[in-house]
T-cell receptor
């Protein structure tokens, strides 16, 4: 069974640039969620994708967007980067929306630094 | 608003001492609560959930709806328990589910 994998592990961008982060979900999982974890904080929900559609979003602006592909892998895109976007971005997959809600399988994260 | 509060950033104990990591929540409805753990250089992973009422690695957590708490306890701490612990509340509404995390408590177990 393959776990959740994310890429890249680290990256540095400058303010105003755009970034794309990638995630491969755990085998058999069709639901992917993205979380932002700022330094010293717990993860904060960005959005969730289910069967290639965004089905829920947290309190993040539209410049945070995503995609889910037919193989259930996912991307997180952030446009017009701001300094406060510096954080660890976590991808988490789950078996099914609503089923066993709360048991998420996390990747190791992509650490984004915005200068 | 739904919220999870972990009042302690750091809990430092000696090996063999009892441990209690505090978690309080606010939620309008029937809560589903979890403890996630992150060991050094490892990914965030589920430790236990209140609905299963299991003991995992000697840890237990009881949901107290009256006090809106879900404290994590272990009678005798081990050095390998040193990690970051996050309490989380699951919210399922509008066709999606999300976890609301606390800020986390770092447990340091000293020999």
């Amino acid at each position: 069974e393959t776990g959740v994998t994310q890429s890249p592990t680290h990256l540095i961008k400058t303010r105003g640039q755009q970034v794309t982060l990638r995630c491969s979900s755990q085998s058999g999982h069709n639901t992917v969620s993205w979380y932002q974890q700022a330094l010293g904080q717990g993860p904060q929900f960005i959005f969730q994708y289910y069967r290639e559609e965004e089905n829920g979003r947290g309190n993040f602006p539209p410049r945070f967007s995503g995609l889910q592909f037919p193989n259930y892998s996912s991307e997180l895109n952030v446009n017009a980067l701001e300094l406060d976007d510096s954080a660890l971005y976590l991808c988490a997959s789950s078996l099914e929306v609503g089923f066993d809600a709360g048991e998420l399988f996390f990747g190791e994260g992509s650490r984004l630094t915005v200068l | 608003a739904q919220r999870v509060t972990q009042p302690e950033k750091l809990l430092s104990v000696f090996k063999g001492a009892p441990v209690e990591l505090k978690c309080n929540y606010s939620y309008s409805g029937s809560p589903e609560l979890f403890w996630y753990v992150q060991y050094s250089r490892q990914r965030l992973q589920l430790l236990l959930r209140h609905i299963s009422r299991e003991s995992i690695k000697g840890f237990t957590a009881d949901l107290n709806k009256g006090e809106t708490s879900f404290h994590l306890k272990k009678p005798f701490a081990q050095e390998e328990d040193s990690a970051m612990y996050y309490c989380a509340l699951s919210q399922f509404s509008g066709g999606y589910n999300k976890l609301i995390f606390g800020a986390g408590t770092r447990l340091a177990v000293h020999p």
